[in-house]
């Protein structure tokens, strides 16, 4: 397989992007996922609050596929619905290119020459920053050390989709609520979508060649999918057709998940004992395919 590694997820790096200045006495109607880290940010709402009692704050908070859904809906058409989202490096150089997005202009008080260059380049047009982070984030294997030693295996820095596979396989205890792997299964650019992508590429897929014709029933595409499929079917958990970020998440912290492949951005609530019964049983490594 070709090596691939995502450095900025598209689906889960999210940025607060503005599209209207708060005036005197305005409401702000703020779009984001249903992520812990997201609800987290909305208790900060009184404090912020306090500091500008001539801004009220209002919260739409929606699972992933709907929060896209909407929010692409609402900008495309002008429709005015919300006046700041969280939104991703995917969506940020497309939709200001467009005009869709204001562009961000810092001060003093906001030191953009501090964000990581490659960020800030990502979250950009024409040197113009329409989107400024509320963090960044890659890909990364979670799995239950514990239970990997106990199998006599391990998994390396540089693993290959085979080698994961085996590990699954040798972990997979259903019949003691143990899945070998959980992986995202619901339908969706930032479901399952994003993250076949990138399984995809490792298997020397692609979406398009250079002149741009479809590549979606190439071999590559079609090892990679009935891979995935296979993989979810033989090790996954029951209904991973419904699984999306949250759910799985549940999953892992019960104990129910033996690897997980997500978003770094998970690495703060599996390795938290108040929310994870496996928390010291973790490990991790970035996401970099042979």
Request: charged share 20%.
């Amino acid at each position: 397989m070709h090596a691939t590694r995502k450095t900025i997820t598209a689906v889960a790096a999210l940025c607060a992007a503005f599209s209207a200045s708060a005036l005197a006495e305005t409401e702000l109607t703020i779009a984001t996922v249903n992520n812990g880290h997201m609800i987290e940010m909305q208790k900060l709402s009184k404090e912020f609050e306090k500091e500008n009692p001539d801004i009220k704050l209002n919260w739409v908070t929606l699972e992933e596929g709907v929060l896209r859904q909407r929010v692409t809906t609402d900008i495309a058409t002008k429709g005015g619905q919300f006046d700041v989202m969280t939104i991703g490096m995917y969506e940020t150089p497309i939709w200001g290119k467009k005009g869709w997005l204001n562009e961000i202009v810092t001060d003093e008080e906001y030191d953009a020459d501090d964000l990581l260059p490659a960020m800030r380049a990502g979250l950009s047009v024409d040197g113009k920053l329409y989107a400024v982070p509320f963090y960044g984030e890659s890909s990364m294997v979670m799995y239950r050390k514990d239970l990997v030693d106990k199998a006599g295996m391990t998994i390396p820095d540089r693993a290959t989709w085979g080698h994961i596979q085996d590990v699954a396989a040798a972990i997979h205890d259903p019949d003691n609520g143990v899945y070998g792997i959980c992986l995202r299964g619901k339908p969706g650019w930032g479901d399952n979508a994003a993250f076949i992508t990138t399984m995809a590429n490792s298997f020397g897929a692609q979406w398009f060649d250079e002149d741009w014709k479809p590549q979606l029933t190439s071999p590559q595409w079609q090892h990679a999918v009935n891979f995935y499929v296979d993989l979810l079917n033989n090790y996954g958990p029951p209904g991973s057709s419904s699984n999306s970020f949250n759910e799985i998440l549940a999953l892992f912290n019960e104990g129910k998940c033996g690897i997980w492949i997500d978003a770094t951005i998970a690495a703060s609530f599996i390795s938290d004992p108040k929310q994870s019964k496996v928390a010291d049983k973790v490990a991790s490594h970035r996401l970099r395919w042979l």
